[in-house]
């Protein structure tokens, strides 16, 4: 078991959370707000109760996967073909036991696949259809996938089809994640996401690839990350996030060191959240906007930061 033991005991527990890193949007702060908010009581509810950290970070991405404003599940952008197709990925880091979709349609949780995955312990990554067999025999309802298109990204991707496939407005908000400390010292994190807008359908990103968009390891911290998804996969993004870390010892450094990576050698814009061991956070982003939530025994409520 990969944990680490500490003279005190029992770990504080501390939650971050992510709302993607993007553009900074013209009108519905509050909304992304609102979102952010509800996100972060979801996953401290199951943390704050003394709960696994793993089902923290599931609570909480899942509640932005339900949410219409972020790429992620309901609301989550649209491929070139006009679909919904999602990726997520979760990762528990005291036996590094992880799970993984890609391109999936008919799902609304892509992270509960993924922890189905990851409970299921057979495979890692299951993409498509394979995804979605797996899911039926596992007893998961399935949703008509027209039911994740919102008015919202539906007139996106009609503004693209009149402008002969230019890239449109960016979106406002990303691909969306967890890191979790319970109180046993487990580390956990979660990603999940719609992608790229106007993508190939069959395309998987970062958000699906461990140690590119996901990474946990309860002896160093937890990492989800989001952005341009093809560059995060070039500098495996999330594990070298946790290599700064080791070697710094600082949340706040090893994240902003791991930015101006994505950024100098990944050639990408993006950004990323971390814990360290002891429940430190540390967060960075090369955008405009990149929507944080913390939440810890030491906050009074969910303290939001863009």
């Given at each position: 078991?990969?944990?680490?033991?500490?003279?005190?005991g029992a770990r504080v527990p501390t939650l971050i959370v992510h709302g993607g890193a993007g553009a900074d949007p013209a009108?519905?702060?509050?909304?992304?707000?609102?979102?952010?908010?509800?996100?972060?009581?979801a996953g401290w509810r199951v943390l704050g109760d003394g709960g696994r950290a793993v089902d923290a970070v599931?609570?909480?991405?899942?509640?932005?996967?339900?949410?219409?404003?972020?790429?992620?599940?309901?609301?989550?952008?649209?491929?070139?073909?006009?679909?919904?197709?999602?990726?997520a990925s979760i990762m528990e880091g005291d036996r590094l036991r992880c799970g993984a979709v890609g391109a999936v349609s008919g799902m609304a949780n892509a992270i509960t696949l993924a922890?189905?995955?990851?409970?299921?312990?057979?495979?890692?990554?299951?993409?498509?259809?394979?995804?979605?067999q797996f899911a039926r025999a596992a007893g998961m309802p399935e949703c008509d996938p027209a039911s994740l298109v919102?008015?919202?990204?539906?007139?996106?991707?009609?503004?693209?089809?009149?402008?002969?496939?230019?890239?449109?407005?960016?979106s406002a908000a990303g691909t969306v994640g967890a890191v979790a400390l319970d109180r046993h010292g487990t580390m956990a994190a979660a990603t999940s996401t719609g992608?790229?807008?106007?993508?190939?359908?069959?395309?998987?990103?970062?958000?699906?690839?461990?140690?590119?968009?996901?990474?946990?390891?309860?002896?160093?911290g937890g990492v989800s990350c989001t952005g341009d998804g093809e560059a995060?996969?070039?500098?495996?993004?999330?594990?070298?996030?946790?290599?700064?870390?080791?070697?710094?010892?600082?949340?706040?450094?090893?994240?902003?060191v791991a930015v101006d990576l994505l950024v100098e050698e990944g050639q990408g814009q993006g950004g990323l959240i971390l814990l360290d061991w002891r429940g430190r956070a540390g967060y960075a982003h090369s955008t405009p906007l990149m929507p944080v939530g913390l939440m810890s025994p030491a906050l009074p409520e969910p303290r939001l930061e863009f």
């Open positions: 078991m990969r944990r680490r033991e500490t003279a005190g009108d519905g702060r509050d909304e992304v707000r609102a979102g952010m908010r509800s996100a972060v009581a599931e609570a909480a991405v899942r509640a932005l996967e339900d949410h219409p404003r972020f790429n992620a599940g309901r609301g989550a952008v649209l491929t070139a073909t006009g679909t919904v197709e999602l990726d922890r189905r995955v990851m409970d299921d312990g057979r495979h890692v990554l299951i993409v498509g259809d394979g995804a979605l919102t008015e919202r990204q539906r007139g996106r991707w009609l503004d693209r089809e009149r402008t002969a496939g230019a890239a449109g407005t960016a992608g790229i807008f106007g993508k190939l359908p069959g395309r998987v990103g970062d958000s699906a690839l461990i140690g590119s968009g996901t990474y946990a390891d309860s002896t160093l995060i996969i070039r500098v495996a993004l999330a594990r070298r996030a946790l290599d700064y870390l080791k070697e710094a010892d600082d949340a706040t450094y090893a994240a902003q």
